[in-house]
């Protein structure tokens, strides 16, 4: 079992405590192909047993929730990387971007031929063009994420709300994401689009492989800031746990941050505690070490 401390933990948890825990979904409580480890969702059962609060925090909007996931039971979500919050099934926040703002990207992408997809609670809607050049991308995604053999990945299979031949003009839309090519580099994005939130996504050692983009001042760390005001709970009392670059900004606002060993550089470098791999029962040992179970 690999646990190691990077520096000085910022605080202990212990069982006489009730801690708020936000779970990345992609990479830390599934693999890349979607699969959650039996251990993962015990640890879940069992810290929720043990009177602590259990949130989803990812870049998925909800509609990518399958049920084996929603199955496991949690007091909650943040989706679309802080666009939307749950709790006990009440959306408490839900900024998706404006109409006009949608229209204004969609169009920019094309003209630039950049294949995209909007991100819905309803679920995901492909430009005309993705599912051929996506194809590449997204093996590139997951063959850097640490699956040696990606000839058998599809953008459905690695996608499965995805949705084609629909409006991708629509008012429901939480965030876009997008192919980056020679003419869309993240430079010219945030350029572009300055009044907007700009994330980039990738493979290995976090390499840029797709933008997105939505409203301003979404993000993660915020959304967790806005459910704790809610909750009348304090940060000092929250974990959380991740493997990329986008959950770095919420490892440094949580009282604990936890990056799994399949992580990116940089997410390890920036956490409090490195555990085992997801498929290695990381997320087990981790409640373990942190006296959740």
């Known amino acids: ?13 212990n069982k006489s405590n009730q801690k708020v825990i936000f779970l990345d979904i992609d990479g830390t409580l599934c693999d890349y192909n979607g699969t959650i480890p039996d251990s993962a969702k015990q640890a879940i059962w069992l810290a929720r047993s043990n009177n602590h609060l259990v949130f989803l925090n990812t870049g998925r909007s909800k509609g990518e929730m399958d049920a084996d996931l929603l199955n496991i039971g949690f007091d909650g979500m943040i ?9 006990n099934q009440k959306v408490i926040l839900h900024q998706p971007l404006p109409e006009t703002v949608e229209v204004e990207i969609v169009n920019w992408l094309k003209e630039h031929h950049s294949e995209f997809f909007l991100e819905s609670n309803n679920g995901l809607f492909a430009s005309e063009h993705f599912r051929e050049k996506g194809l590449p991308v997204v093996r590139a995604y997951v063959q850097g994420k640490g699956q040696t053999d990606v000839s ?26 997008f192919i980056l090519t020679d003419e869309v ?3 010219i994005v945030k350029k572009q689009f300055p009044h907007l939130e700009f994330g980039t996504w990738g493979g290995r050692d976090e390499q840029p492989l797709f933008g997105d983009l939505r409203p301003k001042g979404i993000t993660k760390s915020n959304a967790i800031k806005y459910l704790l005001q809610y909750l009348n709970l304090s940060l000092r009392d929250t974990i959380a746990f991740g493997d990329a670059q986008v959950d770095i900004p919420m490892f440094e606002l ?34 373990e070490k942190l006296s959740l179970i």
Do not use: W
């Not at 953008?155 to 994401?177: C, H, L, W």
């Open 1 to 13: 079992m690999k646990i190691d401390f990077l520096g000085d933990m910022k605080l202990m948890a």
């Open 79 to 87: 989706c679309g990387n802080g666009n939307f919050v749950e709790v």
């Open 152 to 177: 058998h990945m599809t953008v459905d299979t690695a996608f499965p709300a995805m949705q084609y031949g629909e409006s991708i003009f629509r008012d429901d839309v939480n965030k876009i994401s």
């Open 185 to 187: 580099q993240p430079e």
């Open 254 to 287: 949580c009282g604990i941050g936890v990056c799994m060993e399949n992580g990116g550089p940089n997410a390890k470098k920036n956490a409090d505690l490195v555990t085992d791999a997801v498929m290695d029962n990381g997320l087990y040992h981790a409640f």
